[in-house]
DNA sequence: CTGAATCCCCACGGATACTG
DNA sequence: CAGTATCCGTGGGGATTCAG
């Protein structure tokens, strides 16, 4: 997402620090905010992978998201890369300690996101069907 | 986000069905993946708001957006208002039982953040400053 | 006070072609 | 195999204005 600084500095000067809420969830949600790191890292979990397992097992990413992604979640210490220089060549991709300690964070979402799945949909039907003619959200 | 379903239908015969990973994730993860809902929520969680008291409260949003992410966090169930046809009027946004058990499911994850926020910015650093001509992801 | 409507920028990300 | 480079469409979201 890459989300800017707080651009207009908060003119209204607010009684309470703001970072006290977000500051350090944004690092986070920046990660989770992007179609594919939750991807490659749940599959990540499973084990060791290469650059064309992990293309494959994630339907859908491009070759250039799947670059950019694992890069920054190298970035981020989530991820070790390790290249053989053979040739072909080979690299492997493997979660850190830290990588690890994020995947059982959002495996618990994951859970809360499985067991509300109906009740999110019907909510959505339930709202579109009241106001069919709103094109808002 | 608004992720349109896998589109390619998986070319290469998948064995195990990516739907078992993903599926339902996504739900959840187009509710985080946006700037704001996650603040709205945390804020909501410590009682209910009026309308401007969310905005003060979030600094950086903009009416437009505090609109936008309030309506879908009710058409997700997880956000009740109440309208006062007063003059002024006045709105009331508090959380759904859901919307309780959702700021419970990202609270362990806030906590996630916080615990690893000074992690992640030093290996940042580190990935900075081992490659300051790079200008990828 | 609580929005709705409009304009518009730009970052995310897909498609494609090229390289070691 | 494992990327890099380039072009470009889409939509998220900021700024501003109008309305009840």
Redesign the interface.
């Known amino acids: 997402?890459t989300?800017a600084a707080?651009?207009?500095a908060?003119g209204?000067t607010?009684t309470h620090d703001?970072c006290d809420?977000?500051?350090?969830?944004r690092?986070?949600?920046d990660r989770?905010?992007?179609?594919w790191s939750?991807?490659v890292v749940?599959?990540l979990t499973k084990g060791t992978r290469r650059f064309h397992e992990l293309h494959?097992?994630?339907?859908?990413i491009s070759q250039r998201m799947l670059t950019?992604t694992t890069?920054?979640l190298?970035?981020?210490?989530m991820v070790q890369r390790t290249v053989y220089p053979t040739i072909p060549p080979q690299t492997d991709y493997r979660l850190t300690t830290?990588g690890r300690?994020?995947s059982a964070?959002?495996a618990?979402?994951?859970d809360?996101?499985?067991q509300?799945?109906s009740?999110?949909?019907s909510?959505?039907e339930q709202?579109?069907a009241d106001r069919p003619a709103r094109n808002?959200?």
């Open positions: 997402m989300i707080p651009r207009t908060s209204t607010n703001p809420d977000d500051c350090g969830i690092d986070v949600l989770l905010g992007d179609r939750v991807l749940v599959e494959r097992a994630i339907p859908g950019l890069r920054r190298m970035r981020d210490g830290m300690s994020f964070a959002i618990s979402l994951a809360w996101s499985r509300h799945k009740a999110i949909a909510s959505r709202w579109d808002d959200l």
